[in-house]
């Protein structure tokens, strides 16, 4: 199982079917503070919602299509942290991530981000990393904005969120860029 170590208290790993109830309860009780920037909301609702989630991310990652890791803080879930799709012909994945309201502002993101950039880099031989994210969510802008991305540019009206179109912003990491 894939499994990166972050800190002392901090860990990524790949989620198993057994997790479900906690990935489940994590989502509940962020729901509010979630739902204006993901659009996959209302399609996980129950425990069961959770459980696929975790086998098709399973699968993603068997055919090496994506990575979602859950961020476990000691024995809590806090977070989920991944790459939402890979182009393997490019060497490029689009990273993409979201953390319990309660631990925003505390770096948590950031050093989990710092950690799959270095296991993107180093082991899966990728040489760019993507994040896009809605022009207006500030807190997921300032994590590629504190890893040193750069901001290639604007998509607008490129994701419906339930009754809207969200602009992204769209920030892009190079191998070379990371490893200097």
Known sequence: MLSLT??????LQRMESHQAPSLNALIEKNRTYLRPWLPWLDD?????????????????????????????????????????QFSWGSRCGEMGYWLDEQQQGAGIMTRCCRVLLEHAFTDLDLNRVEIRCA???????????????QLEGQLRQAEWIYDRFVDHAIY????????S
């Open 172 to 179: 892009g990491l190079l191998a070379e860029e990371y490893k």
């Open 6 to 11: 972050v800190d002392q208290t901090l860990r």
């Open 44 to 84: 996980n609702t129950r425990e069961s919602d959770s459980r696929d989630f975790i086998e098709c991310s399973r699968e993603r990652y068997a055919n090496r299509e994506g990575l979602d890791m859950g961020i476990w803080q000691q024995e809590a879930l806090v977070g989920v942290v991944g790459f939402n």
């Open 135 to 149: 022009v207006d969510n500030a807190p997921s802008r300032a994590i590629p904005e504190r890893l040193s991305f």
